[in-house]
């Protein structure tokens, strides 16, 4: 948890398959399978910070500044998440959502894959 980023990794993955299981549902017209899965995948949210926090804390010293934007845009990643799922329900345009999830996302993987532990192959 501390020293590898498998528990960290384990849970965004799992989040952003929830979270299209949740679009998903949504588009089928499934409102109450969505709203559980919603649910599940805020409780993944907090598995995400927890775990991304933990290796933070514990290996931020390495270079301050770009493990601090790296947590900050994850952050960034889930309200993006949150964003389109509650406009959705509420009929709202996401389109402006979408685009910072695309955004969001393509920055964390980068930031995630540069950054020292686990895979970095970006160097
Ligand atoms: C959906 C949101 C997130 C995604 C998609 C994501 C993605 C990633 C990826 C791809 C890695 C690299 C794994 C590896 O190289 O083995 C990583 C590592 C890491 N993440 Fe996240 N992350 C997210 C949220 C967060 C949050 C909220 C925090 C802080 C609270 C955080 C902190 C970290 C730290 C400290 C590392 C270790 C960096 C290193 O390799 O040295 N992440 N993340």
Same mark, same amino acid.
């Given at each position: 948890?501390?020293?590898?980023?498998?528990?960290?990794?384990?849970?965004?993955?799992?989040?952003?398959?929830?979270?299209?299981?949740?679009?998903?549902?949504?588009?089928?017209?499934?409102? &109450? !399978?969505?709203?559980?899965?919603?649910?599940?995948?805020? =409780?993944?949210?907090? #598995? *995400? +910070?927890?775990?991304?926090?933990? @290796?933070?804390?514990?290996?931020?010293?390495?270079?301050?500044?770009?493990?601090?934007?790296?947590?900050?845009?994850?952050?960034?990643?889930?309200?993006?998440?949150?964003?389109?799922?509650?406009?959705?329900? &509420? !009929?709202?345009?996401?389109?402006?959502?979408?685009?910072? =999830?695309?955004?969001? #996302? *393509? +920055?964390?993987?980068?930031?995630? @894959?540069?950054?020292?532990?686990?895979?970095?192959?970006?160097?």
């Amino acid at each position: 948890m501390f020293d590898n980023t498998h528990a960290h990794i384990t849970t965004w993955v799992i989040a952003i398959i929830l979270f299209f299981v949740a679009v998903g549902l949504h588009n089928a017209g499934k409102k &109450k !399978g969505m709203k559980v899965v919603h649910m599940i995948l805020r =409780l993944f949210y907090l #598995l *995400i +910070i927890l775990t991304g926090a933990l @290796l933070f804390w514990k290996h931020q010293g390495i270079n301050p500044a770009l493990y601090g934007i790296k947590g900050l845009v994850g952050i960034w990643v889930i309200g993006m998440f949150e964003m389109v799922l509650v406009r959705m329900n &509420k !009929g709202k345009s996401t389109k402006m959502f979408w685009i910072q =999830l695309i955004i969001a #996302l *393509i +920055i964390v993987l980068y930031l995630g @894959l540069r950054l020292p532990l686990g895979l970095n192959f970006l160097g």
